[in-house]
């Protein structure tokens, strides 16, 4: 009767810390209108602090900075800027049943000691890339993600889910020519130079398929484990299979 007792007792506190778990990760999603750009933002940046870069609740890997090979330099490419993304764009259309977001972001190409962190295999190897002496390179950029993701709606146990399907990725690496306006002979060169060799350093990568596509699943992920109704609210005239709105930042 005591085994019986301490069992039930061990049960209740399981289903309370299952309960209290589910409720915490709830308080991190923010429910938006289909009118409300700026709480689909609000929502995005919640996601991506708590849920998008890695949650164990949501069984959504942790999200690690792309690194790749270079050369035979003894050194790798790490890229990074996902983490301080920013929605700026958001549309779904009924009829098309597609979903889009668009996604600004820092693009950071830093090069970095391998000693710690496997490093990738480029798709395209580097060319006569000596061993590294001297100070390591790094770069700050620009990129875009569109990620366009078709979809269908299921119901399950009463609850309305929005599955995303293998989506479509455009990334544009925005990488700024530096030369100062002022002219200046040796910091131009140096400026230049390093532009060079930021866009010889992407040209080696598919930055979709190796930078950004391990996050957008991450989206997919998400949407497959919660209910449409916890993150997006109708009106009384709207439906899920019906909806259709699109926004956009203005340049």
């Known amino acids: 009767m005591i085994s019986f007792t301490v ?18 990760a709830d308080r991190f999603i923010i429910a938006c209108h289909t009118t409300d750009f700026e709480c689909f933002k609000r929502q995005y940046r919640s996601l991506r602090d708590t849920v998008l870069l890695g949650s164990l609740h949501f069984a959504i890997d942790y999200y690690k900075p792309y690194l790749f090979k270079y050369g ?34 820092p693009f950071r190409i830093q090069q970095v000691n391998n000693k ?3 490093c990738m295999k480029p798709d395209v190897a580097f ?13 700050d950029g620009n990129a875009t993600i569109k990620a ?8 399950r146990k009463g609850d309305m889910y929005l599955l995303l399907k293998e989506e ?11 030369r100062p306006p002022v002219r200046s002979i040796e910091s131009e060169g140096h400026n230049l130079e390093i532009s060079e060799w930021a866009y010889e350093v992407v040209e080696h990568i598919d930055a979709a398929k190796y930078f950004a596509l391990p996050y957008t699943t ?9 209910p449409l109704h916890k ?7 709207e439906e899920y299979a019906d909806l259709k709105f699109a926004f956009y930042d203005s340049p």
């Open 7 to 24: 069992g039930i007792f061990y049960f209740i506190v399981l289903l309370n810390q299952i309960k209290g778990d589910s409720e915490k």
């Open 72 to 105: 035979d330099s003894g050194t790798c490419i790490k890229l990074t800027g996902l983490e301080e993304s920013e929605l700026v764009g958001i549309s779904m259309d009924g009829d098309s049943k597609e979903y889009l977001l668009t996604l600004e972001l």
């Open 116 to 118: 710690t962190d496997i």
């Open 127 to 139: 060319i006569n890339i000596e061993p590294h002496v001297g100070p390591y390179r790094s770069f």
């Open 148 to 155: 366009t993701f078709p979809y269908e709606l299921r119901k």
């Open 168 to 178: 479509d990725l455009d990334v544009i690496l925005d990488i700024p020519d530096l």
């Open 218 to 226: 991450n989206i997919r992920q998400f949407t497959s484990t919660v």
């Open 231 to 237: 993150y997006l609210l109708l009106y009384p005239e």
